[in-house]
């Protein structure tokens, strides 16, 4: 299984992408809020149970995905301090495990353009951040403080470039079927 794990601030434009790389490469996308989403209906958002079953849920998903014989997929992701620092590495031997492949990459954005997408009305189709008077407190609050993340494979500005362009480039640089 080819693992693409693609993270970033919110608002950087992961899903986005991640939805344009999954139609150029045929990988499933397995996108973080659906877990997200599904977990805050029941558990509030940082609590232990929440933290517990988000984190189980998204590794039985990979684990699954690579006995299945699934050729590519692609999680998105955004660091925040509720994620324990294990989650990585425990994605990383599951990729390893399967003898698969596992190609980080980082969408990154300039904080006044991040604000200015909070309000995108495609953010509120899942439970997202849509308030950049919220994005800014819980920033300052350390909210998205997180344990370094590996080295990408790819660094890709999503203020500069349209996300077809982004999934383009990492087709390119992953060298992936497209």
Known sequence: MRLIFIYGMPATGKLTVARELAAKTGFKLFHNHLVVD???????FGSPEFVRLREEIWLSAMKE???AGIPGLIFTFAPER???PAFVSEVEKIVSDAQGRLDFVELICPMEELKRRMGNATRSAFG????AELFE???AAGTFDMPEMPEAAVKIDTSVCTPVEAADELV??????G
Not at 38 to 44: A, Y
Not at 128 to 131: A, H, Q, V
């Open 38 to 44: 599904l977990l805050v209906s029941v558990f509030e």
């Open 65 to 67: 995905a690579g006995n």
């Open 82 to 84: 509720t994620v324990r």
């Open 128 to 131: 997202k951040l849509t308030s």
């Open 137 to 139: 407190q819980l920033y």
């Open 172 to 177: 390119r640089a992953l060298a992936l079927a």
